[in-house]
């Protein structure tokens, strides 16, 4: 299986400008690249903060941008986001039986388990003894390997700033995930704004550029402010099989121009 990996769009409600550029042409811009460049993808994972503000307006925008994709989109919340607006306009979007926006898909091989960390009047992740029940009930009864989406990442990132406000409180979710880690393969998660992997406790995980601004790599500042940049935005490329999870990151708006290397003729002489 191929599917897309979005984050941080951060649409506003007036479809302008958001620290100099504007989210909403930059999100158009990713869809028509990966529709142009990706078209035998299978899914699309947006890991939350979809708008700014959590304006109603911000998620008609959103929904007018996802609207040439011709394959499944899959959101999840962010801090940024509002899960009653989100719904409103998303009502296809399934709910645990309390409410949250967590849900579960076959991708493939795995099993793709969305999750809610998002909680009304804190920017820094929640994930609650009733979110993380439904997480251990979904975990408990397949045996398939399984992807993590989330939006706050669940272990430090080196960034103070951004580490002051992920997932603070984590003893729920790893009380949920205890057992389990070695069928999770790998966790995606936003809200850094950062090209970043590597594993926590064995695990897998990564996430991107987001698709309009960045956070700026500052590992010596205190968390005092968040730094921004102008980075170039992307989204991954992610394919799965049963031995592998790749992901290709891909500047989308990369205008340079390509150019060959070498042909390959050439190394079969050279190995001849």
């Known amino acids: 299986m191929k599917f897309i990996h979005l ?49 109603a307006e911000a998620y008609v925008h959103l929904r007018e ?56 009047g804190v920017h820094w992740g929640v994930y609650c003894e009733t979110r993380a029940s439904w997480l251990r009930a979904r975990l408990a009864e397949s045996n398939k390997p399984v992807l993590l989406f989330m939006h706050h990442p669940f272990f430090p990132i080196g960034i103070r700033s951004m580490d002051a406000l992920s997932l603070l409180d984590t003893s729920a979710f790893l009380g949920a995930i205890n057992g389990f880690e070695h069928r999770i393969r790998h966790v995606f998660f936003g809200h850094i704004h950062r090209p970043i992997c590597g594993t926590f406790r064995g695990m897998a995980y990564s996430t991107l550029h987001g698709t309009n601004h960045q956070v700026a790599l500052d590992l010596h500042s205190d968390a005092s402010c968040i730094y921004g940049s102008h980075e170039r935005s992307q989204y991954g490329v992610v394919m799965l099989n049963e031995e592998q999870v790749l992901i290709h990151a891909e500047d989308f708006l990369n205008s340079d121009q390509r150019y060959r290397l070498h042909e390959m003729a050439d190394y079969a002489i050279a190995t001849a």
């Open 65 to 120: 941008c996802l609207a040439p994709l011709t394959m499944p989109v899959y959101p999840i919340l962010g801090n940024h986001d509002s899960r009653e607006r989100f719904l409103q306009h998303f009502a296809h979007i399934d709910t645990d039986a309390n409410g949250f926006v967590q849900y579960a898909r076959d991708f493939g091989p795995y099993l793709a388990l969305f999750l809610d960390t998002n909680e009304p």
């Open 7 to 55: 984050t941080d769009t951060h649409l506003v409600a007036d479809a302008g400008l958001l620290y100099g550029t504007n989210p909403k042409q930059r999100l158009q811009q990713a869809v028509t690249h990966l529709l142009a460049h990706q078209p035998d993808a299978q899914a699309v994972v947006i890991t939350g903060d979809l708008t700014h503000y959590g304006h």
